[in-house]
C-alpha cells in the first residue's frame, strides 16, 4: 500500500515540475530581454535538477545545480554583460523565419515521438521494489578520477574566456 503512495506523489510531482519546464522553456524562447531568458532557463535547469531527485539520482542532481545552474549560467551572464550587449528589452530578435520553423519543429516533435514509442514499447519501468542503492562516491570516483585533468584544463579554458571577455570589455 505504501510503495503505491509513493508512486503516486512521484508521478504528481513529476507532472508539477514537468508543467514548471514547459512554462520556462517557453518563457525563455519568448522572452524579449536576454537576462530574463537566462532566468528563465536557470528555472528550466533547476527543473531538470528536481526531476533527477525523483530518481533517486542524487549525485545527478547535484551535479546538474553545480554545473549548469551555477557555473554555465553564470558564465552566460558574465558574457552577456560584458560584451556590451543591450540590457533591457529588444524588439527586433525575432525574424521572418518563424513561420517555416513552427512546422519543422513539429515535424521533428512527431519523428522522436514516434522513434521513442516504437524503441521503448516493450519495455518497462521497474518498481520502487527494484531500485538499486548506489554508492555516490563511486559514481564521483569513476567519473572524476581518469577525467580530473581534462575537468581542470576546462575550468582554466573558462577562466581564460572570462579573463578575455572582461579585457574586451574594459573601456580604455
Do not use: C
Request: glycine residues 6%; without cysteine; aromatic residues 10%.
Amino acid at each position: 500500500m505504501l510503495a503505491a503512495q509513493v508512486l503516486v506523489a512521484q508521478n504528481i510531482a513529476f507532472g508539477l515540475i514537468a508543467a514548471m519546464m514547459i512554462v520556462g522553456a517557453i518563457r525563455v524562447v519568448s522572452s524579449n530581454n536576454v537576462v530574463h531568458a537566462a532566468l528563465w532557463l536557470v528555472l528550466v535547469l533547476a527543473g531538470a535538477a528536481a526531476q533527477y531527485l525523483l530518481v533517486y539520482a542524487e549525485f545527478v542532481a547535484v551535479t546538474q545545480v553545480l554545473v549548469y545552474v551555477g557555473a554555465v549560467m553564470v558564465l552566460f551572464l558574465f558574457g552577456v554583460m560584458l560584451t556590451r550587449a543591450r540590457i533591457g528589452k529588444e524588439n527586433d530578435l525575432n525574424n521572418n523565419n518563424w513561420a517555416v520553423g513552427i512546422p519543422v519543429a513539429v515535424v521533428l516533435f512527431a519523428a522522436m515521438s514516434l522513434a521513442l514509442i516504437t524503441g521503448y514499447r516493450a519495455d518497462k519501468l521497474p518498481g520502487p521494489s527494484a531500485a538499486v542503492k548506489v554508492d555516490t562516491r563511486l559514481i564521483s570516483d569513476s567519473i572524476f578520477g581518469p577525467y580530473l585533468l581534462p575537468f581542470w584544463a576546462l575550468s582554466f579554458v573558462l577562466l581564460v574566456a572570462v579573463i578575455g571577455a572582461i579585457v574586451l570589455a574594459r573601456k580604455d
